[in-house]
């Protein structure tokens, strides 16, 4: 088959939302030439094989490119998010990914996309139409792929499922046409929790759900999460009350009750004490709609399904043999491992601010582009690790407040923050006029709490374990 050599300034190897980003502040902050190579047939990554009715759980305020609005920055006036900025559907966010490439991207003369193409390693990647294989020798390799997002319609369920069992993902339920007598959704994150409000939010029953739930979650309120200066006491205030709760908690669980009394996180069940906290986001609305589901299973995870039962850690469940059984067990970003993000030739994108792997993504060519040597961008660059469980939120929230400390000492990087749309709450913060007592107030809050709830923290961590 033939080959073709390419030379380039950047390859950048994922064409998601951290390889858009990536490449997007790489164009607006140098005049480098890029390569970007992805598997799939258009930018955008697993936006692609998401199901039909997922939305962004944060704002689309602060989702995408820096240099493109997502969305109109509207607030919605019906539904479970009304009252909240919009959250783009699925199809906007393709639609977005595809306008960045087409509009901005390729016409700038200086990216070159090859869709429909795997890379192998060592700057070669194959087309996966014509076999072509094409080497790249590139000055620098970003690997846009780390995430490794992993989403229902492409994962391998960890259980069997016997013949006979209508198994779906959530992709396939708006095909149903034959209405089950019973929904059972596996999983408790925010597939699961997506599953459940459409399928409520479609008029079927609560009472005809079941779900498998092996673990509860504490969920980050969206109210909390707003951009808007009208939501400064929820959005800035939460963090200022956030720093408090950190600051003066005696144990874990006194902790995240604090945090749920301040209205920062929420849970479905408020009997029961959840161990696992993912970033899932929602509004409360969404959570009283979800409180209508009394068939929760907590039972453990699922080992094997067959027609009519269900085996997991905890025992078997007996369901309706026609039951529709829907996977919503793909965790979302599998990939917990971390590395270096500069390391030489090679720039691997991890989060770097919590909860925000794409303004990280951002961020971090921003970094790149300033700084020389990689020592100092890797110190600007601590990686923010995954939260799984209680005592991850702990170590989270240390390194991305170092994170956040490190990044206020330089001016620059404070500008670049101010201006940057995927902040989200940088702009806010900023503009606040001087004879506004009140949200001076707030931040005076925030800043009187840093010192202990850090000194805290790490106290609450080693206790933790
Ligand atoms: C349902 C859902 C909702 C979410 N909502 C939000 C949200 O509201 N806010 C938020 O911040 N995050 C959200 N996330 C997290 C999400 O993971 C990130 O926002 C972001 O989309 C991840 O982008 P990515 O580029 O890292 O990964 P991906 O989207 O997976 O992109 C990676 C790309 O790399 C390509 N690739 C991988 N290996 C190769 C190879 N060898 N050769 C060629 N190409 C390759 C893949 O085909 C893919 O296109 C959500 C995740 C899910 C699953």
Not at 76 to 81: E, S, T
Not at 116 to 140: I, P
Not at 344 to 349: F, V
């Amino acid at each position: 088959m033939a080959t073709a050599s390419i030379e380039t300034d950047y390859l950048i190897v994922g064409a998601g939302a951290v390889g858009m980003a990536f490449a997007d502040v790489l164009l607006s902050e140098s005049d480098a030439d890029i390569v970007i190579v992805d598997s799939h047939h258009q930018p955008g990554g697993h936006w692609n094989d998401a199901y039909p009715f997922v939305r962004l759980h944060q704002p689309s305020a602060f989702y995408g490119v820096s240099s493109r609005q997502l969305g109109s920055g509207k607030v919605d006036a019906v539904g479970l998010n009304e009252g909240l900025y919009e959250l783009a559907t699925g199809a906007e966010v393709r639609a977005y990914f595809v306008d960045v490439m087409q509009q901005q991207f390729l016409p700038s003369g200086r990216v070159r996309f090859f869709p429909m193409s795997d890379y192998t390693g060592e700057g070669q990647f194959v087309s996966r139409l014509t076999g072509e294989t094409h080497t790249v020798k590139a000055k620098r390799h970003v690997d846009a792929t780390w995430l490794k997002t992993s989403v229902p319609s492409t994962h391998t369920p960890s259980f069997s499922i016997a013949d006979g069992v209508r198994f779906v993902t959530p992709n396939q339920l708006p095909g149903i046409t034959e209405p089950p007598k019973q929904f059972v959704i596996v999983g408790g994150g925010k597939t699961g929790i997506d599953t459940a409000i459409w399928l409520l939010d479609q008029g079927v029953d609560a009472a005809r759900i079941q779900w498998i739930m092996p673990r509860d979650a504490w969920l980050l309120n969206r109210k909390k999460t707003q951009p808007g200066i009208e939501f400064f006491e929820h959005s800035i205030g939460a963090q200022a009350d956030q720093m408090a709760a950190i600051a003066e908690a005696g144990s874990i669980e006194d902790l995240f009750d604090r945090l749920e009394a301040a209205g920062m996180m929420l849970r479905i069940d408020r009997s029961v004490r959840p161990e696992m906290f993912h970033g899932a986001t929602v509004s409360e609305a969404e959570v009283d709609a979800l409180r209508q589901i009394d068939g929760i299973v907590r039972m453990g995870r699922v080992s094997e399904i067959a027609p009519g039962k269900i085996v997991l850690d905890g025992g078997t469940l007996d369901v309706d043999p026609e039951a529709v059984i829907i996977d919503c067990s793909a965790r979302a970003i599998p990939n917990t491992k971390i590395k270096p993000i500069f390391e030489g030739d090679s720039i691997t994108p991890q989060t770097v601010r919590a909860y925000l792997p794409v303004f990280s993504a951002a961020f971090i060519a921003h970094i790149d582009l300033a700084y020389r040597s990689d020592a100092v961008r890797n110190q600007f660059c601590s990686v923010v690790p995954l939260p799984d469980s209680l005592p991850d939120w702990l170590h989270m929230t240390a390194i991305n407040s170092a994170n956040q400390f490190r990044w206020s000492q330089e001016p620059e990087l404070r500008r670049w923050l101010r201006d940057n749309r995927l902040d989200g709450f940088g702009k806010i913060a900023s503009e606040i006029p001087k004879d506004d007592m009140d949200k001076r107030a707030v931040i005076q809050r925030l800043r009187e709490n840093a010192a202990p709830a850090m000194a805290n923290l790490q106290r609450l961590a080693a206790a933790a374990g």
